[in-house]
């Protein structure tokens, strides 16, 4: 039986560039003890007091079916948050809840790029990108971000690739790079988009996790609400990865045309796991912080690592829970590099290839084991790039 292209279409010819990662993960299942850096997975699970709220929200009786768009009070309060970050009046109407950011990149592709259409992402991009615009039949069109410009998209750039495109997929905080953009990067992309008449798809499920400046968001410049479509998420700002819940926050006629969606596709995400979210969010920003911590601490001590030899770089990166390495001075290409690191040392890390062309000859480093670990490998990776 014939399957359908939109879904083998999704990763033409079978691979998804991730080969690195499937080996070490290979290895660990032959017994071999690998140090994983690899994956954007916390190295502490889920909290037990949401666990609690959601044990509970369960035994009291929130196990049947949810509203569609998510149970008000989770979108009133994701609306505060976004009101809080940004001061753009926010409602429960611009939000949808789905299940997890993943979920919600496709859904906000969806609404606003119809099939044939061209949608821009920048690269170097979330490995997934060009598989969900492809998924949703819209052809994925790379935006290069340079290394001389600290991977941050250019206005520029932009507009020369914007021709007969729909939308731009940006991130920041950023995977892979842990580049937070900064307020001219933001602007720039803003006039961009409202000079090609883009929707600009903003990802910022790391957007608690800024360790110098602040996380801006392109909704908050002036009249950009109407073209902007927010991905958030729970799974990193609250350890809840395995939980699947996000959001889409956007104009109230896109969230409606969601919604549609969501009544066909998904009916909506578990109540408990809603009320879960809910109370996550009612701790605060302290609680986000908290759990963003450990990474701005292992940045500081990469960069101690990094500053102690002079063969790899780290590139300027003030968020997000990976860093992104230079290690173009071995003269290897990163898969090269990967796979030798690998099989040496058996420390896993993602090379830059994997997501996108613009990060070729970097690889990226998830700051996802506890400190001491976590700098010794760095240790190991930097003698191995000097040999
Ligand atoms: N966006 C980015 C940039 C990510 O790095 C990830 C996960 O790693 C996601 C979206 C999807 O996250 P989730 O579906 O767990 O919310």
């Given at each position: ?10 990763t033409?010819g079978?691979?998804?560039?991730w ?5 070490s ?12 850096l690899t994956?954007g ?26 509203m569609?768009?998510g ?17 753009i009046?926010t409602?429960?109407?611009n939000?949808?809840i ?8 496709f859904?906000?592709?969806?609404a606003?790029?119809?099939e044939?259409?061209?949608a821009?992402?920048c ?7 060009p598989?969900t615009v ?8 790379p935006?290069i ?7 941050q998209?250019?206005?520029a ?9 729909t939308s731009i ?6 995977n892979?790079?842990?580049v937070?953009y900064d ?6 992309i803003?006039?961009a ?5 883009l ?13 110098k ?7 908050s410049?002036p009249?950009m609400a109407d ?17 699947r ?18 009544t ?8 408990y ?11 605060g ?6 759990i ?10 990469a ?8 063969v790899?770089?780290m ?13 173009r001075a071995?003269g290897?290409s990163a ?5 030798g ?5 058996h ?5 830059g ?6 990060a ?9 084991i506890?400190?001491t ?10 003698t191995?790039?000097?040999?």
């Amino acid at each position: 039986m014939n399957l359908s292209h939109r879904i083998t279409h999704i990763t033409p010819g079978g691979s998804d560039g991730w080969e690195v990662f499937y080996k070490s993960r290979q290895m660990i299942a032959d017994g071999v003890d690998v140090v994983e850096l690899t994956i954007g997975e916390h190295d502490i699970r889920t909290d037990p007091i949401i666990l609690d709220a959601m044990h509970a929200a369960a035994k009291g009786g929130h196990t049947g079916y949810a509203m569609v768009p998510g149970i008000v009070a989770l979108r009133d309060k994701v609306a505060a948050r976004l009101q809080a970050q940004s001061g753009i009046p926010t409602t429960r109407d611009n939000i949808l809840i789905t299940p997890g950011g993943q979920a919600a990149l496709f859904a906000a592709h969806l609404a606003c790029c119809n099939e044939g259409d061209v949608a821009l992402i920048c690269d170097p991009y979330y490995a997934t990108y060009p598989g969900t615009v492809r998924g949703i039949g819209a052809t994925p069109r790379p935006v290069i971000c340079t290394p001389e410009n600290n991977f941050q998209p250019q206005k520029a750039d932009i507009l020369a690739a914007s021709e007969g495109a729909t939308s731009i997929l940006i991130n920041t905080p950023n995977n892979p790079t842990g580049v937070v953009y900064d307020a001219a990067t933001v602007r720039g992309i803003a006039e961009a988009a409202t000079h090609a008449d883009l929707w600009v798809i903003s990802d910022e499920v790391y957007d608690s996790q800024v360790w110098k400046g602040a996380h801006i968001s392109p909704r908050s410049l002036p009249d950009m609400a109407d073209r902007t479509l927010i991905v958030g998420s729970m799974s990193k700002s609250h350890a809840m990865t395995g939980s699947r819940v996000g959001w889409v926050a956007g104009p109230v006629q896109a969230i409606e045309h969601l919604t549609n969606l969501a009544t066909h596709t998904t009916y909506g995400v578990a109540g408990y796991i809603q009320d879960a979210a809910l109370f996550a969010l009612n701790q605060g920003p302290a609680f986000e912080a908290e759990i963003g911590a450990p990474f701005k601490r292992r940045r500081a001590l990469a960069k101690s690592v990094i500053n102690g030899q002079n063969v790899v770089k780290m590139i300027n990166s003030d968020g997000a829970m990976y860093l992104m390495l230079d290690i173009r001075a071995t003269g290897l290409s990163a898969t090269d590099f990967a796979y030798g690191l690998l099989h040496a040392h058996h420390i896993a890390v993602m090379p830059g290839d994997s997501f996108g062309q613009a990060a070729a000859g970097h690889i990226r480093v998830a700051m996802t084991i506890e400190d001491t670990k976590f700098t010794q490998a760095l240790e190991t990776l930097c003698t191995f790039a000097a040999n």
